[in-house]
Nanobody, 126 residues
Framework: QLPLAESGGGLVQPGGSLRLSCVASKFALDYYAAGWFRQAPGKEREGVACISSNGGTTYYTDSVKGRFSIARDNAKDTLYLQMNSLKPEDTAVYYC???????????????????WGQGTQVTVSS
């Protein structure tokens, strides 16, 4: 069993919304910075958003700024990604990940995150 488990993916029309959730099952998420990544077919996995351990700082990749919002509920060991105004280019497998530090890693590279989920498919299509 992976330490993180995503849910909430699915098929949505362009312009629609989805909320992804990620639950930590083997550790207390509040000691970790956490992020969302995505991987489209034939492309490398890329960072989408990151949030510090206390939720005070967030970072977004340029392509999702103003449309996606990352949040966390440490009491529930849960991470969220609210995705609005979805576009076909948002289609990908979305992964949550945790980094054992208070703030998001400076470069937010994949190697900075030690715990991963199995991914959830998001498809944006009419």
């Amino acid at each position: 069993q992976l330490p993180l488990a995503e849910s909430g993916g699915g098929l949505v029309q362009p312009g629609g919304s989805l909320r992804l959730s990620c639950v930590a099952s083997k550790f207390a998420l509040d000691y970790y910075a956490a992020g969302w990544f995505r991987q489209a077919p034939g492309k490398e996995r890329e960072g989408v958003a990151c949030i510090s351990s206390n939720g005070g700082t967030t970072y977004y990749t340029d392509s999702v700024k103003g449309r996606f919002s990352i949040a966390r509920d440490n009491a529930k060991d849960t991470l969220y990604l609210q995705m609005n105004s979805l576009k076909p280019e948002d289609t990908a497998v979305y992964y949550c990940a945790a980094a054992m530090q208070w703030d998001c890693p400076v470069k937010r590279a994949l190697a900075d995150f030690s715990s991963w989920g199995q991914g959830t498919q998001v498809t944006v299509s009419s």
